[in-house]
């Protein structure tokens, strides 16, 4: 047959059948790998490097090294508006428009023996979504009381915590705004506080608008607002401006820029003086905007 029959009609052949039997999953990759000469060897070692890099790890570690593993995770806790779907709940009080959830985020795994510490893996993207867990997600308004509910049911379940036992050598594999609402409230008084901070804003969105195209802290519909990632990298790209704009001083925004920077390079960072110069950043703001609640998140 292979005589016979090209084999680019082979495959198309082998992934239609694939598709009519409902592996719709090996048909796209038939159909992927024979898109050029070189993709099927591309596939084969990708597929190879994402099999073996577990095992390569634990063969540079030594039998206590693996009994004194320690992964190191963040969690948090949060709310998002959305938009509402045509679905039926059994309970009628239920509402979808806005969803809390709590996350865990795994960080880093490391060995850890009298105090000798060895890095066998770390979270290249600390705070993006990308390795981001959910917990628990409820339909919930986030408020003061469901935080602390949240907080504490968590803290229980780390509390009551079990040992879980894992196969290593098994054919499986391991995978393992900041927002300046500053402004707004700079310098306003009791009486007319409300007015101040709604002009304030007005303002600061209007001349981000005009000056940098940037629409900031406007509600979107359905969900959240319009500060996102790129906002924020927009925002920073330009202390300068920033500062202008939202009369914040120059020097605290640089500061912040380089914490952030330094936060999701995916890079090994010397952890005391990226300490020291955390703790600079915050005095520098609590000097300046101590009488500003910073955000707990």
């Not at 090209?6 to 992934?15: F, I, R």
């Not at 039926?88 to 795994?109: A, E, K």
């Not at 110069?277 to 955000?295: I, P, S, V």
């Amino acid at each position: 047959m292979r005589r016979q029959v090209a084999v680019d009609q082979l495959a198309y052949a082998a992934s239609v059948s694939q598709q009519t039997s409902g592996n719709t999953a090996a048909s796209k990759i038939i159909k992927a790998i024979t898109a050029s000469p070189t993709q099927a060897k591309r596939f084969r070692k990708a597929n190879q490097q994402k099999r073996f890099a577990i095992q390569e790890v634990l063969d540079q570690c030594t039998q206590e090294e693996m009994e004194y593993m320690e992964l190191i995770t963040k969690w948090g806790c949060d709310d998002s508006q959305q938009s509402q779907f045509q679905q039926t709940f059994f309970d009628i009080s239920s509402d979808d428009s806005n969803i809390f959830q709590s996350s865990l985020v795994p960080l880093r795994l490391q060995v850890n023996i009298r105090s000798h510490k060895k890095i066998l893996w770390q979270n290249p993207t600390p705070s993006s979504t990308r390795f981001c867990r959910p917990i628990r997600i409820r339909f919930l308004h986030e408020i003061v009381d469901i935080t602390k509910e949240e907080i504490k049911y968590v803290e229980d379940q780390a509390k009551d915590l079990r040992e879980t036992k894992t196969e290593l050598f098994t054919s499986g594999y391991l995978r393992p705004y900041y927002t300046f609402h500053i402004n707004y409230l700079w310098k306003s008084g009791k009486s007319d506080h409300f007015k101040i901070v709604k002009e304030t804003k007005e303002k600061i969105q209007k001349e981000f608008k005009d000056r940098t195209r940037l629409i900031v802290d406007m509600p979107k519909a359905g969900f959240g607002n319009s500060n996102s990632g790129n906002t924020s990298t927009r925002f920073f790209s330009d202390p300068k401006t920033a500062a202008k704009i939202t009369g914040i001083d120059l020097t605290l925004i640089q500061k912040l820029k380089i914490i952030l920077e330094a936060l999701s390079s995916g890079h090994k960072i010397d952890e005391i003086k990226f300490t020291e110069f955390a703790k600079e950043t915050a005095r520098l703001y609590t000097n300046l905007y101590g009488w500003h609640q910073g955000c707990p998140k």
